[in-house]
């Protein structure tokens, strides 16, 4: 069998639906929603936390890790080529919508684009939360899913998260 030498390099020319025009850098508005910080607990959703010490973990983490990380890694979030990072649909979109109406007294139209987002150190927090991609990637946060209940894992979710009661909003404000 003879070989052929291929003398010709592959083309990148496949992209994923993503809008090029838009300016590659996100920006992260903590003040459309203030009170994304909030805690909520319901039926199928709690994100209230264990104590002021667990809450000061977790804040500092999502602001010395997770914006950073989502900020460096939208386009790739937005290709959907992180496997922690995903838009929200179905039942998850339905609890996170809830959630937010909850929170914020806001409904959230159909065409919202609820994602739920998470950094490359992924310690379980997630951030909910709408993007738009108008002029310039913009991230909207509507709320902390603090122990990845949105999509709960069996293995890794602890089924004692209702007795936890620290409230950032009761305990800070």
């Not at 300016?23 to 903590?30: A, G, P, Q, S, T």
């Not at 609890?95 to 609820?114: P, R």
Request: hydrophobic residues 35%; positive net charge; glycine residues 4%.
């Amino acid at each position: 069998m003879k070989r052929v030498k291929n003398s010709k390099k592959a083309k990148r020319n496949v992209q994923n639906d993503v809008n090029q025009k838009v300016v590659k850098k996100l920006y992260i508005d903590f003040n459309e929603y203030p009170n994304w910080t909030h805690s909520y607990s319901g039926k199928k959703f709690t994100n209230t936390l264990k104590d002021e010490k667990e809450a000061a973990k977790h804040f500092y983490f999502l602001l010395n890790e997770l914006f950073g990380s989502i900020e460096k890694n939208i386009k790739f979030i937005l290709a959907n080529n992180d496997r922690h990072s995903h838009k929200l649909t179905g039942k998850e979109r339905a609890l996170a919508v809830k959630i937010v109406k909850q929170i914020d007294g806001i409904h959230l139209d159909d065409d919202a684009n609820v994602w739920q987002l998470s950094s490359e150190a992924n310690k379980g927090i997630r951030i909910v939360g709408v993007i738009t991609t108008d002029q310039i990637y913009t991230f909207y946060p509507l709320f902390i899913d603090h122990y990845h209940q949105l999509f709960p894992d069996e293995k890794k979710n602890e089924p004692d998260y209702y007795k936890f009661t620290f409230c950032p909003q009761d305990n800070w404000e």
